[in-house]
């Protein structure tokens, strides 16, 4: 967190560390970035800060139609580090009608869960597209695009990701088709200090290094 929001460092791609070049080239970023946020205006702040909230308010809105749009049964369990899962197979309701446009891609969609039984906490998530999904009017999202989200654990009470996967087919505009594949893998949360914690979090965490 730098001022109150993320701030994602590139240390990795493809795979592999980054060249002495590029990786200089990322710490110089980062520290732009912290000089530019320490002289931001109020109104600045305000804005980012804003911008902020507003990702993190989707993010969770569309984690909770997630929970909503579907109809999940037990499939066969398999193995976690801490001694076992629930996998929950999620089939989109019958008429399921989308609370906004972020949620439209989960009318046509199946899911799959994996569950600690430890903790209770989701350890991985799979969704694939199963029929064409038209979004804002623009793009269409076509069968075959899949999304893999993994977290885990980084102290006894907080879990955050670790691994995102994302294969798209999409047309855009009726006219332009582009296919594209996202792999990042999140490491080396750190404890924020002197952050203020939320009563539900109990911790804050820095946001982690990225590699692609």
């Given at each position: 967190?730098i001022?109150?929001s993320?701030y994602?460092?590139l ?11 590029a990786?200089?080239?990322?710490e ?11 002289k ?10 804003r ?17 909503e ?8 369990g ?25 949620a439209?891609?989960?009318?046509n969609?199946n ?6 039984k430890a903790?209770?906490?989701?350890i ?18 076509s ?6 989200l ?14 995102f ?16 594949t ?31």
């Open positions: 967190m001022e109150g993320p994602q460092k240390i990795a791609e493809d795979g592999q560390p980054l060249s002495p070049a990786a200089k080239e990322e110089q970023k980062l520290q732009k970035e912290i000089y530019r946020r320490s931001e205006s109020p109104h600045e702040r305000a804005q980012r800060m911008k902020y909230t507003e990702e993190r308010a989707r993010d969770h809105n569309l984690l909770t139609a997630v929970s749009a579907f109809d999940y049964t037990f499939a066969d398999s193995q976690s580090p801490s001694g076992g899962v629930w996998v929950l197979e999620g089939r989109t309701k019958p008429g399921y009608i989308p609370p906004n446009r972020d439209k891609v989960l009318s969609m899911m799959k869960i994996w569950i600690d903790s209770y906490q989701w991985r998530l799979e969704a694939e597209v199963t029929q064409p999904v038209t979004l804002y009017g623009l793009a269409k999202v069968p075959g695009t899949r999304f893999t993994e977290q885990e654990p980084v102290s006894a009470t907080v879990w955050l990701p670790k691994h996967t994302m294969q798209v087919n999409a047309t855009a505009l009726g006219l332009i088709h582009e296919d594209f996202e792999d990042e893998l999140y490491s080396k949360y750190t404890a924020a200090a002197g952050s203020i914690a939320s009563s539900n979090a109990g911790e804050v965490f820095r946001e982690p290094a990225t590699a692609r």
